[in-house]
């Protein structure tokens, strides 16, 4: 049983740039949700996917964005890329259908690096 | 204030140690809470979830006190492989999950 697998594992990116992350969830799993992790920071809550939808989002500007697709798996976009966007960028899976009690499981990772 | 706070530590302990990690949470229409465990440039992993009631895992305690919007974790008889960051995850009734910062433990010779 694949978990969650995230792709590329590792990108270095210059300011100004667009990058494209990749996502798909553990078999079974419907809702897809992102999160950005600074150094020394917890995962900070980007938004949520289910049914192709963005269901919440975080408190993240209009350059980030993202998708999911009918098999599940999703995209985080970000364009015009700052320093300050540097960070760990985590998926992480479930199958909650709206119910809060189900335990995410997470990918792990895309290490962005901007310079 | 952040929605989940949590003390940052470090907590360095003997092993062997019994150690407790505290959180509070700001919104008060969380539904469900849990620890993850987060080891040096790893993603996240479920540690356990918190039950109003309390519940045990082996060496790991869980407590929730929703009147005081606060949770605990008790580690006993801490063991080398318990040094990570603990984080503290609350989620709303729409699925949101909200982090903590994290505690950093390291349990030592």
């Known amino acids: 049983d694949a978990g969650v697998t995230q792709s590329p594992t590792h990108l270095i990116k210059t300011r100004g740039q667009q990058v494209t992350l990749r996502c798909s969830p553990k078999?079974?799993?419907?809702?897809v949700s992102w999160y950005q992790q600074a150094l020394g920071q917890g995962p900070q809550f980007i938004f949520q996917?289910?049914?192709?939808?963005?269901?919440q989002r975080g408190n993240f500007p209009d350059r980030f964005s993202g998708h999911q697709f009918p098999n599940y798996s999703s995209e985080l976009n970000v364009n015009a890329l700052l320093l300050g966007d540097s960070a760990l960028y985590l998926c992480?899976?479930?199958?909650?259908?709206?119910?809060?009690?189900?335990?995410?499981?997470f990918g792990e990772g895309s290490w962005l690096t901007v310079v | 204030r952040k929605e989940v706070e949590q003390d940052p530590g470090p907590f360095n302990v003997p092993e062997g140690a019994t150690v407790a990690f505290n959180c509070t949470y700001s919104?008060?229409?969380?539904?469900?809470f849990f620890w993850y465990r987060q080891d040096c440039r790893k993603e996240p992993k479920l540690l356990m979830s918190?039950?109003?009631s309390g519940n045990e895992d082996g060496r790991f305690t869980a407590q929730l006190n929703r009147a005081s919007q606060y949770i605990s974790l008790l580690i006993r008889d801490s063991k080398l492989s318990d040094s990570a960051t603990y984080l503290c995850?609350?989620?709303?009734?729409?699925?949101?999950?909200?982090f903590g910062d994290g505690t950093t433990l390291t349990v030592k010779p």
């Open positions: 996917y289910y049914e192709e939808e963005e269901r």
């Open positions: 992480a899976s479930s199958s909650d259908r709206g119910f809060s009690g189900n335990t995410i499981y």
């Open positions: 995850v609350v989620n709303t009734n729409a699925g949101k999950s909200t």
């Open positions: 918190v039950y109003s």
């Open positions: 919104n008060s229409a969380s539904q469900s």
């Open positions: 078999s079974g799993h419907d809702t």
